[in-house]
Every structure is written in structure tokens, then in C-alpha cells.
């Protein structure tokens, strides 16, 4: 282990970084009035207690009043920041963690309906498609206070005690001046790539002038944007090399593409599906000309991928950024000699996803990520052990099993199936989804260690289940597809199930009605499309898959685009009918008495899931709580005790889909706080 790369020291000026294992900076969206408070401090003290050399703080806190926040950003602007950001440090640093901080101006990439309502301000007047905000040109005053506004949030980070920091520039205001796609600026600041560069040195230089020397101060910026007419793989190396050799700059920060539309965003942080580390090589080749120190992450979600990065000499610092959201603990486990018990992220992109949905970062596979406050990661063991019987080997299931077993509890799986995974298991049918299986693979390795028994091929049924006998039930046999939503024609149609199990073989022409707005409908019609035929969704809702948020559903759509798949929102679907050997779809609208029809050959219906519920209800009569569930003490992190039957033998609870369809962070989050308090 001695003579692991990634657990070598690497010395950066003056700051000895423990090993070479960091997290890049990234807004988990958690700051509370624009301040890195209490949650923000415990999510990174988490990780620096865990053995990461290096947290950089905040994904891009704002400089500028008019760089209003659009994902909840620290506010570095602010003067209250500083002690705020001393809290974090010193905190981090007790832990033998560097910490440091990304700052920015957003320019284009916010909105001017945010904040202040100020101008959004840019080197150019084209809008970013993301955020939609037609930009001001930016004014001989309006540099020389961004200069300064830049210089005084440095400060403000150096005098909270931070090891550094690093200045953004892909896809925000420092790099709208570099790239031709964005200056169309005039004279000393846009042109040729000196002027288009000057912006950018003259902040450096006036950081430089107002915290010293020694201070650290980094650049993560894109080294190629990867479109037509932006800036090139050599324009990346030639910044490169400047940056180096202005003196200014203490590391480079090297990603590759562009983030202003969705699709740019997702191939410069790729989510499940896509190539794992696709932009490492590019990475290495800035390092080799520049023989400069530097960092890199981008999908880098596995050790052995980081520990190449560091060996093949392609990078001096790997970032493992989402691979932390999904195990703070990676580094400790490294060290303890148990790296095949880190719970690997499977790329699911929850975590971002919702920040640009404008909710905080949660981890699909990690309910703790986020809530350390309330939902600690580590388990504590109960006062005393107890039987548990868990009904359903699905993600809810298997948390619960798993959960209940690091207390101390004897546990028993029944699962219906031949093998666990749930509706996971039929997700990860489709190809790019079979990541998925790790959420499942994980668990049922964590609760084999625990000694959990499985009873697969069980459909259990009361008497199984009292036969254990059990001191606590949770029923997770989650749910199955509903698809009676039609005034007419329910029995000619099939669900998007019955179409990614196998069970149905696609149609030739073929209309998907996708009203819960999630997976399973895209999935059909990716595996649908795929076979040549004629695809088309409808939905009553206004956008498109509103349950699958924007980089996710990039790699879809790209394949349903590819495939020439029509999408037609705001419309329903009413009723179903034969017509020959074809079906006649009517369609309405909920916007007026209009309808429309449609000849297709097959139907498939999206509308979630109902619960698989019997057994709940056939337990319910012997239970102690009668299935009630407290919600404050659950909210609360507090053990269940409702009793409202004095002869029950057991409490019962069930969680997942088999109480409502939700998604796969609801049912394991269910599973997580129920089953730590037993």
C-alpha cells in the first residue's frame, strides 16, 4: 500500500497534499442565504475526516453582485463569507485536509431575473441557450470593477484561512472573453487571442497584488471547446502554456468542451452510459506540454481508473468528485485495505441533475450525501438485537436489509424472483443503463457480509412471514404498471414493462402515451425505435419526460432524435379502439374540446406504478402499529413506537413503491431512515 499512487504526497508550492485523491469543485447547492453554513460544512468535513487531500469548495461562488446565482452559489461577494468559510477550513483542516475555493463571475450564464435584476454581462451579445439571458457587452467600467470585485473575493478566501484558490473558466465570464463564439468585444479586449486573454491576466495580476505571492491560485478552464469556430485543442495548449508562464498561476484545471447547452454539458461531465474518463488522455497531453502541475476529473468514477491517471504521469491530482457524492469514505477504505466495499456512483447524474433543476445535490445510491446532519453516514448499532423480515429484494429491500443488519438485527430477504433488483433490474435491461446494477450489486454484497439470509423464488405470503417469526416487517415488494387510464380500450394496450422485459414484442407503428414522465417510457421507446419502426410520444404534460432532468436525458434523446422520434406534448390520450388490424388512438386536450386521432398498430401505455400491496394489508391486522407510520419521528430521526394494538406481534412498515410510485432515491431514502431506527 506504501507504494499505491494515489496515496503518494504531492507538493504544490508551499502545500503538502496528503495523497493525490481531490474533489473538484462543484455547487452541491446547500449554502443557506448565499453562506456556506452548517450543512455545507458537515458535507465537506465528512470527506476530509474520511482522508481527501483536497476539497475545492463551491462550484463557481459568485465575485459580482451581477453574477447572481442560478444553482445557489456561495455569495464570495459578500463580507459575512469569510467567517462562514473559516468554519469549513479550520474544520477540514483538523483532518489534515487542503481547502480551497472555485470563484467566478457567471457573465452570460445566469439570468436577469435573478438576484438584484441587474444586466447580465458578457463579452458579446449572444444569450447562452441554457439560461435564455440576451447579455450587455461589457464596458470599459464594468472590467475595471469585475477586476477588482475578483481581487476582493481572493482576499476575503485568504483571510478565512484557505489553502487557494481557483478561478473558473469554461463556460463563464473569464472564458466568454476568450473564445471567438463569444468576445465581440473591440481594442484591448477582444481580437486576437492576446487581447481575448488580457481580461483574464490583469484579474490574475490584481489577485496577485492583493494577496501576495505565496497564496494559491489555480485556473480550471476548458482547454478545447469542442464546436465549430470556439477555441481548438491548439488554442487550448497555447493558453496553457501562458497561464505557466505568466508566473500567476500556481495550477491547471484542464476540461474539455463546452457547458452552454445540454447536450455540451453532458459530454463535458459524462453521466451513465457514456465512456468512462473520456477526456483523461486530453488531460495528460496538457500536462506533457506544459510539464505544469495538473488536475483533471470527468467521470473518473472508479480507483483503479484514478490510480492509472496518477501512474501513467497523466495528471498530478485526481479528481473523484461524484465518486465521493456516492462514498465520502473512498480514501479510508483505500487505507483500510477494503476498496471492493466503496459503493461505486453509477453515473445516474442525480446529484447534478437536480442542482440545475435548481434543488440541492442528492446521491441516487446515497441518501446520507447531503443530510450528514440528519442521516449520518456511519450506522450506528441498536440497544438490542431483533428479527427483521424484509418482503422484496428490490433497492428499498435491500437498503432496509442492509441497514438493519449493520444494527445488529438477524435479517430475511424473501424475494419473489430468481435473483434481486426490482424494477432495477428491468432498467438495466437497456444497455446504457446496466449501471444501474450496481445499486443492487453493492447491497447485496454489504448485507451478505452482515450475514442477511435471502429466500429467493419466496412469494411470501402471511404465513411465511410469520413463520420467521418476525419482531418488525417491511413490506418493499414495490409496485406494478398501471395502464387502465382510458375511457375506452385499456385491454389494447401494453405497458412500457411489457415492452422492456421481452414480453411484448415492438410494433411497426407505434404510439407511446407517456404520462408519468419518467424511464421506462423512454426506454420502450429507445428499444422500440431501435427496431426501424415508427415511434411517436404523446403527453399531456407541457415538456418532455419532466421526471428525467436534463443531462440524463440527454443520451436519450440524442438516440430518439437519431431514430427521427416525434414527440407531441399537451396532449392525452382518451381512448383506444380497433380498426382493422390496426388501433384508432383519440387523443384530447386539456386545454380545450379539441381531439385528434391517430392509426397505429400498438399502444404503449406509461403511467407508473400501483402498489403491490396484498400482503401489507393481509399483515396489517397482527401488527402492533397497525402499519402506522410517525412522521415526525421518522423526520426526526427517531425510533417508531406507535402502538395501537395491544395484541400486534410485530411492528409492520412498507416503503419503496409499494406505498407510491416514486423514484429509486425515494424508496432507498425510505428504507435508510426506517430501518436505522429499529
Known sequence: MKNDPLLQPYRLKHLTLKNRLMITAHEPAYPEDGMPKARYRAYHAERARAGVALTMTAGS????????????NILAWKDEVVDWMRELTNECHDHGCAVMIQLTHLGRRT???KGDWLPVISAGHEREPSHRAFPKLAEDWDIDRLIADYASAAQRMQAAGLDGIEIQAYGHLMDQFWSPLTNALD???????????????EVLQAIRDACGPDFIVGVRYTGDEDMPGGLTKQDGIEISRRLKDSGLVDFLNVVKGHIDTDAGLTDLIPVQGMASAPHLDFAGDIRAATQFPTFHAAKIQDVATARHAIASGKLDMVGMTRAHMADP?????ILRGEEERIRPCVGANYCLDRIYQGGMALCLHNPSTGRELEQPHEIARAPAPRKVVVIGAGPAGLEAARVAAARGHAVVVHEAANDPGGQVRLTAQTERRREMMQLID??????????VTFRFNSFADEADVLAEPPDAVIVATGGLPHTEVLAEGDDLVVSAW???SGDVAPGQSVLIYDDAGDYAGLQAAEKIAATGARVEIVTRDRTIVPEVMAMSLT???????????????????????????HLLATLGSDYGAMTRERRVDQIVVNHATRPLDDLYFDLRPDSSNLGEVDYEAMVAGQPQEIARNAEGRYQLFRIGDAVAARNTHAAIYDALRLARTL
Do not use: M
Open 61 to 72: 461562488a459568485s465575485v459580482s453582485r451581477d453574477s447572481p446565482p442560478v444553482f445557489n
Open 111 to 113: 439570468r436577469w431575473d
Open 187 to 201: 481594442g484591448p479586449y477582444g481580437g486576437n487571442l492576446d487581447n481575448r486573454l488580457r481580461f483574464t491576466f
Open 329 to 333: 469514505h473512498i480514501v479510508a477504505k
Open 442 to 451: 453493492w447491497r447485496v454484497a454489504e448485507c451478505e457480509r452482515y450475514g
Open 498 to 500: 411489457d415492452i422492456l
Open 555 to 581: 443520451p436519450s434523446l440524442r438516440i430518439l432524435q437519431t431514430l427521427e422520434v416525434t414527440f407531441t406534448p399537451i396532449w392525452r390520450l382518451d381512448a383506444v379502439r380497433r380498426d382493422g388490424n
